[in-house]
């Protein structure tokens, strides 16, 4: 048929990682065999060789988190022991869900390279570099973590160390940094998401027909989705340490607190805006391809009618009338997991507040 040899039916999907990468490209960040461990992120450098990547953060995190309790009930601020807890968590937790999702970065894009390049190896290198820049270190990353310790720091410093004595306070801003240089690359990171993703939805797709709606999509919806979800969970453990820490919900905590609920929210209302384009673009291209395959098949039957061009007339509409039913949003995907990142930051702030107010 014309469709199959104008839009190239059958492309083979390009093994985006490289060969000592394609076994991990999709597992978890623990089970990487430490002897071979590649590094994705800032984080992954600190891992100790010989020592498993889960074990590690467990362990550190371990050793963080007795010490800073004994040394808060020490000061005679043991009310302050569950927010040390909960802030150690993410401490730990966020290193290692960065590093799972750097590694499967790639593997994620597999399926868009032949519906948005023709030629693979370019999509290949788009892919690793991408991923480069949004996982490790940069000027740019350095730039935004440093302005985040600015910031996070001088709200502290002008609030007022809130421990007993100066060497708990000493301790506890080292701890304090360690969190908000977390933060601030958590915080690079969802912004060259972003990034990456707006550039993605400027390529023009070229789509086989054997997939309508390609599965692609989906995968690159769920992986944006699931950052937003783990991000959405950082902010609220934020915000519940925030409410039960030293300094409650001043104005400043507030302030601390609006600004980082619009890297959830808004990552996943790019992401669904941005995918959108993308089906939507995919879509025109389908019609624009079956509008020329039906006038195409009505120019031969007013020629010379036969049966035949009648059927080839038939089927030519009825792939047209396909194409015009595909859908131009990912409405259908996750949607629990929509409605919580949508609403979360809302429902966080108003439970912060309730609290505050009871408090």
Not at 53 to 71: D, N, Q
Not at 197 to 216: K, S, V
Not at 287 to 310: C, E, N, W
Request: hydrophobic share 55%; proline share 8%.
């Amino acid at each position: 048929m014309p469709m199959e040899s104008d839009l190239d039916p059958s492309p083979t999907v390009p093994e985006l990682t490289d060969p000592p990468r394609a076994a991990t490209s999709a597992a978890p960040a623990s089970s990487v065999p430490p002897a071979n461990r590649e590094i994705f992120t800032s984080f992954d450098r600190l891992v100790l060789r010989g020592v498993p990547y889960g074990i590690f953060w467990m362990s550190l995190g371990g050793m963080l988190v007795i010490p800073g309790a004994a040394i808060l009930i020490a000061d005679g601020s043991s009310n302050l022991v569950w927010t040390g807890v909960l802030y150690t968590g993410l401490l730990v937790v966020g290193p290692v869900v960065m590093s799972y999702y750097a590694r499967s970065f790639v593997g994620v894009l597999s399926s868009l390279v032949p519906l948005l390049w023709r030629n693979p190896e370019d999509g290949r290198r788009w892919a690793v570099d991408r991923r480069d820049r949004v996982f490790r270190m940069s000027p740019a990353a350095a730039a935004v973590i440093v302005g985040t310790l600015c910031a996070g720091v001088g709200t502290v410093l002008v609030l007022g160390l809130p421990l007993h004595s100066d060497l708990s306070n000493g301790i506890a801003l080292v701890a304090f940094v360690m969190l908000v240089g977390v933060m601030g690359q958590w915080a690079y990171v969802v912004i060259a998401l972003l990034v990456a993703l707006w550039e993605l939805g400027r390529l023009e797709p070229r789509m086989p027909f054997y997939a309508l709606p390609h599965p692609a999509f989906e995968s690159l919806m769920r992986y944006y989705s699931l950052i937003a979800l783990w991000v959405s969970a950082g902010y609220s453990a934020i915000a519940l340490g925030v409410v039960l820490g030293p300094y409650g919900l001043s104005g400043p905590m507030l302030a601390w607190l609006s600004i980082v609920s619009v890297f959830p929210a808004g990552l996943f209302a790019w992401s669904f805006v941005q995918v959108h384009g993308l089906m939507q673009r995919t879509k025109a291209e389908y019609l624009r391809f079956t509008a020329d395959l039906t006038q195409h098949a009505v120019a031969q039957l007013t020629d010379r009618p036969t049966a035949g061009k009648l059927g080839a007339l038939h089927e030519a509409m009825s792939i047209h009338f396909m194409a015009q039913s595909l859908p131009e949003w990912p409405v259908a995907l996750l949607p629990a997991m929509t409605l919580l990142i949508a609403l979360a930051t809302a429902i966080v702030q108003v439970a912060a507040l309730l609290i505050g107010h009871v408090r």
